[in-house]
């Protein structure tokens, strides 16, 4: 246990529905990252906050994608009107404030399906 | 963006020492280098990272070459709960982002 979650786990919807993923970083750590992987593949870099303030955003998070985090503490990840190719394990990390160099701690991931 | 390059699979004996390499030629002089594992259907986990010099934890030992154009992860004695795939990635120094890899599939026969 990293001491970073993400619920749910596992999440199995149907084309067109929105989903919405929860990830709860370790409390002091201010940056949070999100990242997408599809089977086979290394994680993907899907956007990033310091605090509550997101400064960077892949070109690979389309506009149905969104993600928050009020208060700099936990983040969602919205997807609406999801598609059979937004299948993937979604996956959060955080790192310490003060360290940039840090290591990034994960949680487990919630893998979603789309049928 | 800075890219690594590691080979797709390695296959090593159970209790002997494993060295996984890494390329990273396009590597800028102030990226780190981070090392990850993943087990399937988990999130990765840190294995250990390093800038210049060589570094040393419980769980491996990061060889730097000079140049800062490669390194290895060298596991001093492998066993089944190491079978993982490895990903060698850089920490840019411009915006703290990891760059991922494919990485390396580990495979431990006892």
């Known amino acids: 246990d990293t001491g970073v979650s993400q619920d749910p786990r596992h999440k199995i919807t149907k084309r067109g529905q929105n989903v919405t993923f929860r990830c709860d970083p370790i409390?002091?750590?201010?940056?949070l990252y999100w990242y997408r992987q599809t089977l086979g593949q290394g994680p993907e870099f899907l956007t990033y906050f310091q605090n509550e303030a997101q400064l960077e955003k892949s070109r690979l998070l389309s506009d149905r994608f969104s993600a928050e985090r009020p208060k700099g503490s936990f983040s969602t990840l919205e997807i609406q009107r999801t598609e059979q190719g937004d299948s993937a394990m979604y996956l959060c990390a955080s790192r310490t404030p003060g360290q940039p160099y840090s290591r990034a701690f994960f949680g487990q991931g919630t893998r979603l399906t789309v049928v | 963006d800075a890219k690594t390059t590691q080979p797709n699979s390695m296959e090593s004996n159970e209790e002997e020492p494993v060295h996984l390499p890494c390329n990273h030629s396009t590597i800028s002089g102030t990226d780190y280098i981070h090392w990850y594992r993943q087990l399937p259907s988990q999130g990765p986990e840190y294995v250990i990272h390093g800038l210049t010099s060589n570094v040393n934890n419980r769980m491996a030992s990061l060889a730097i070459a000079e140049d800062r154009k490669s390194s290895t992860l060298i596991l001093h004695r492998a066993t089944l709960r190491d079978a993982a795939v490895y990903y060698c990635i850089l920490l840019q120094d411009s915006n703290y982002q990891l760059i991922w890899g494919a990485g390396t599939k580990l495979i431990i026969k006892p």
């Open positions: 409390s002091e750590h201010n940056r």
